[in-house]
């Protein structure tokens, strides 16, 4: 009875064990991701009285993983009116990720069309990019997806980034033989609920670009809170324009569905004596302290949520102007 019984435990063990070893081989597999950013809008204050449906931006990819250790990706972003220029009508389609990842242990590197790291853990905190890009986003301070490589190392609480990307942002070709480059630390506390990051890039054409940004964060179970800070020299290249922002931002969940959020960002710039005033005048116009509060409803989680917000502008021109606009936001994932 006994060799019996020890006869089919060995069996049980060695067909548990091939059937584990089965199981842990990998197979190459990929996946569709799509996410669709549409509002309606409004004009309530200031000289406008626009009303609109918008279908803000549209992203289609495909992701392969290749090895356990390395994957491809490719993402096509359809832009609506975002993307408008003067009296054109039209939608424009650009590749905004076509790149390789390597990742093992504590390594991550990517190589080819692919998100840049400027403020990339600020827009996570944030979580409203169909509302609202982060701020530097939204100002232009930096592209969010550029042609280049990068790498980041991970510890336990540090994470080292390193990129070198051409500097023209996924909308354009490169020009020109000036690269940017990119150094960043982001570190995190008390069980990853502080969050501290600071970032600089360099790049120089005729015209050298620097860029110096802190952030720290507040990531906790109901309620989170972000602030950052950046300067940067020859803003996009214009010499003699240096440009100062800031976003506060924060929300408070009722419910796991349902929460209140705020952001305030105010933008200024500094110009040389001899700069053109036709030129100041243009930049005062969209400088100044941007207001946005709003509410937001998780209607199906990981897939689909809606914001009704508000969004006001006071720019830093002599007369203060102000303009008002109502939204309603919603974003769509598969």
């Known amino acids: 009875m006994l060799k019996k019984t020890l006869s089919t435990f060995i069996a049980f063990a060695l067909f548990a064990g091939v059937h584990a070893q089965e199981k842990e081989e990998f197979k190459p597999h990929g996946k569709v991701e799509g996410r669709i950013f549409a509002n309606f809008n409004a004009d309530v204050t200031g000289d406008g009285e626009a009303k609109a449906f918008e279908l803000k931006r549209a992203y289609l990819g ?191 969940n009722f419910t796991p569905k349902f929460g209140v959020w705020a952001r305030v960002d105010g933008i200024s710039s500094d110009f040389a004596s001899d700069v053109d005033p036709e030129y100041v005048d243009k930049w005062q116009k969209k400088d100044g302290t941007y207001f946005y509060p709003g509410v937001e409803y998780i209607i199906v989680p990981k897939h689909l949520k809606a914001s009704f917000n508000y969004h006001h502008h006071v720019d830093d021109t002599a007369g203060n102007h102000e303009d008002g606009q109502i939204f309603f936001n919603i974003e769509v994932r598969f």
């Open 62 to 252: 495909y992701s392969y993983q290749i090895t356990p250790e390395l994957k491809a990706k490719i993402k096509l972003d359809v832009g609506g009116s975002e993307f408008i220029q003067e009296d054109v009508e039209s939608q424009y389609a650009y590749f905004k990720t076509a790149a390789v990842y390597y990742e093992k242990d504590n390594w991550f590197v990517a190589f080819g069309l692919h998100d840049t790291y400027q403020f990339k853990v600020q827009e996570k905190l944030w979580g409203k990019r169909y509302v609202l890009p982060s701020m530097l986003d939204k100002q232009k301070f930096d592209f969010s997806a550029d042609i280049g490589a990068s790498a980041a190392y991970h510890f336990d609480n540090v994470s080292l980034d390193f990129s070198l990307f051409n500097g023209e942002g996924y909308k354009q070709l490169q020009q020109d033989d000036a690269f940017r480059a990119g150094l960043g630390a982001t570190g995190y506390l008390l069980d990853r609920k502080i969050i501290l990051r600071g970032y600089s890039d360099y790049s120089s054409h005729d015209v050298h670009l620097a860029s110096y940004t802190g952030f720290i964060g507040l990531d906790m179970d109901k309620w989170s809170l972000g602030a950052e800070y950046t300067f940067q020299d020859n803003y996009a290249y214009m010499e003699g324009h240096d440009r100062n922002a800031y976003s506060l931002f924060g929300q408070y």
